[in-house]
């Protein structure tokens, strides 16, 4: 079962209000938001992709996701970005790849995810070294997404092993979740972020397709709707905000892997290229420490085991 890992948003990132207007790619001015990338000094142990990825303190909390092999793993791996060092701390109570993990309330919380089966384990993996399940979500769900702010966690998007799922739910403890609306359009393998008081899913796949929807879900409402496009569909791909700025980078579009790191801007809708990943890349996982954006694993069409490093800039875009 394929998928793309959801990405862990600690904090929501306010910026102007949004527009519903399509989204457009651009020539981007001298004073907007930049990236450069490079490859990490340090690997992973073994290829892997769609993990979920956390950050821990000055390091990263790596979970889950597929071996090289196409196999599952339960693997729970530390990474200290001061020292470089890299080493698998233990294993998660139930190895699952393509699901989707937030921090709720300074809790490494895993949502749902693909093995054999699509299951609705919720699984804390705060201590590093090993998972416990701390509860169900009320569907079984993988492929989907999680992102957080400073109150609750929201489980949105992917699928239930049948149909695409549609419901957003929100949960202060990972244990008790409510509805806080449904999406109008089911995807999997999004990319997702949180900004302006909204969450937004870039892309994904319905129906076995890509789209190029932008799906905004205003977090005092509930309400969701299709707000804008991307320039051209797009799924297993993923996003992160650095210096405010929100970023969707990688992916696929039809078979093609990409590298293009596209900024987005909440306010105006619209799209520029803010820089290139050094390698094609979709499927990893993503957190950002100490404002760099640390892209984990992932495939390139395989999976590989380097780590790209992501960092803002204000300048011209390249």
């Not at 405010?244 to 992916?251: E, I, L, P, R």
């Not at 803010?274 to 100490?290: I, K, T």
Request: with cysteine; proline share 6%.
């Amino acid at each position: 079962m394929g998928g793309c890992s959801g990405t862990a948003v600690p904090q929501p990132t306010r910026s102007g209000p949004a527009g519903s207007v399509s989204a457009r790619t651009s020539s981007a001015p001298a004073a907007l938001t930049v990236v450069t990338s490079s490859l990490a000094k340090f690997t992973m142990p073994s290829a892997v992709s769609r993990p979920i990825v956390y950050p821990a303190g000055e390091g990263l909390l790596v979970v889950g996701g597929l071996t090289a092999a196409d196999s599952t793993t339960p693997s729970i791996v530390r990474v200290d970005l001061t020292a470089g060092t890299v080493r698998t701390t233990g294993q998660l109570a139930l190895g699952v790849h393509d699901a989707g993990g937030a921090v709720v309330h300074g809790r490494d919380l895993l949502f749902g995810g693909g093995s054999t089966v699509v299951t609705s384990a919720v699984q804390d993996v705060t201590a590093g070294t090993a998972s416990q399940v701390i509860g169900r979500l009320p569907q079984p769900r993988a492929d989907l997404v999680a992102v957080s702010d400073a109150s609750s966690g929201y489980v949105l998007a992917g699928f239930d092993g049948a149909q695409g799922s549609t419901t957003i739910l929100r949960t202060r403890d990972g244990r008790t979740f409510t509805t806080l609306g449904s999406l109008p359009v089911s995807v999997r393998y999004p990319a997702a972020a949180v900004g302006g008081g909204s969450i937004w899913l870039f892309g994904g796949e319905h129906a076995g397709r890509q789209v190029t929807d932008v799906q905004r879900i205003d977090l005092t409402t509930g309400q969701a709707s299709i707000a804008g496009q991307l320039p051209h569909p797009l799924a297993h791909a993923g996003a992160f905000t650095l210096g405010g700025a929100v970023f969707v980078a990688g992916g696929r579009t039809g078979a093609t892997t990409t590298a293009t790191i596209l900024r987005f801007d909440p306010s105006t809708m619209r799209f520029t290229t803010a820089g290139h990943l050094p390698a094609r890349r979709s499927d990893f996982g993503a957190a950002v420490v100490n404002g760099t954006a640390y892209l984990v694993g992932g495939e390139n069409p395989k999976p590989v085991d380097t780590v790209i490093e992501v960092r803002a800039h204000a300048g011209a875009a390249r």
